[in-house]
């Protein structure tokens, strides 16, 4: 049984840093590209930050670029963001994904299992 669990989400202040973590189990970690999107209300699913299975290449979000890095431990199978700087818009359910698609970054359609999103609220 595949599972993302994510942690260390929670309310900062605008500026503030926070390191959300994602374990995972059951699935061939090193074989999966990783990635981070999340959702605000009323607001679609969007990709944060990814990284690739095979050669650790990162993408991101245009809005998050030179603030969040993505990053992961294939030994501990787990993915971190690091996110610094946090604005009122970066407010949402974060979501770690894992997908198996060839297709990099990962769309939506291209996540093989979700966990259960944290969430991170930014206050001005």
């Known amino acids: 049984q595949v599972q993302l669990v994510e942690s260390g989400g929670g309310l900062v202040q605008a500026g503030a840093s926070l390191r959300l973590s994602c374990a995972t189990s059951g699935l061939t970690f090193s074989r999966s590209s990783m990635g981070w999107f999340r959702q605000a209300p009323g607001k679609e699913r969007e990709l944060v930050a990814a990284i690739n299975w095979s050669d650790g290449t990162t993408d991101y979000a245009d809005s998050v670029k030179g603030r969040f890095t993505i990053s992961r431990d294939n030994a501990k199978n787990a993915v971190f963001l690091q996110m610094n700087r946090l604005k009122p818009e970066d407010t949402a359910v974060y979501y770690c994904?894992?997908?198996?698609?060839?297709?990099?970054?990962?769309?939506?359609?291209?996540?093989?299992?979700w966990g259960q999103g944290t969430q991170v609220t930014v206050s001005s």
């Open positions: 994904a894992a997908s198996f698609s060839s297709w990099f970054p990962p769309r939506r359609l291209d996540v093989n299992f």
